[in-house]
């Protein structure tokens, strides 16, 4: 189960969860992209606070048709709005509000449905949308890698295309922006 479903993110640059060491792929490739071609164009995206802000109707659809048994844990253990706790800085424990967006912190199982859902919503358009481009992922933190600055324009504004039906609010929005 853990290859198949590393092989489906893989295959549309997702290197966040299922793949050891992970992380270290992308600036590696595309270190060696830019040393092979010094005219190589390379922009970093970030969907600002995207775990919190995926709808989970967005990701049980998803689920559903890609791994009906995480669909099943997904469907158990957010069928509610979940409590959200934070400390103050004086220690104290206060839960101001209900969540009932995104993957909730410290579920084991949240980093993959993540990646999964924003692979097969945001990613695997993306990548079919734009052929000759090099995409990676570390679930939100997107890399995209092409052969002009215009073509490179082009991909981002579809990141954010494919992302914003996915997102609540201004999530698919650039960090900067």
Request: with cysteine; charged share 20%; aromatic share 10%.
């Amino acid at each position: 189960m853990a290859t198949k479903v590393a092989q489906s993110l893989l295959k549309y640059g997702q290197v966040g969860c299922a793949i050891r060491a992970g992380v270290e792929i992308p600036p590696r490739i595309m270190q060696v992209m830019c040393e092979l071609d010094p005219q190589t164009c390379v922009d970093s995206e970030d969907c600002y606070n995207a775990f919190n802000e995926m709808s989970r109707h967005e990701i049980a659809e998803c689920l559903r048709e890609v791994d009906p048994d995480l669909y099943d844990y997904f469907i158990a253990y957010y069928h509610r709005p979940s409590y959200q706790f934070f400390r103050l800085a004086n220690g104290t424990i206060v839960c101001p509000a209900l969540s009932s967006v995104g993957v909730q912190q410290g579920d084991p199982a949240g980093g993959l449905i993540f990646d999964i859902v924003y692979t097969f919503k945001v990613l695997k358009p993306l990548c079919e949308a734009h052929p000759n481009a090099t995409v990676f992922a570390i679930h939100d933190d997107t890399y995209i890698v092409t052969k002009t600055p215009a073509e490179l324009g082009g991909v981002a504004v579809d990141l954010v295309k494919f992302a914003e039906p996915l997102l609540h609010r201004n999530a698919a929005r650039r960090r900067a922006d």
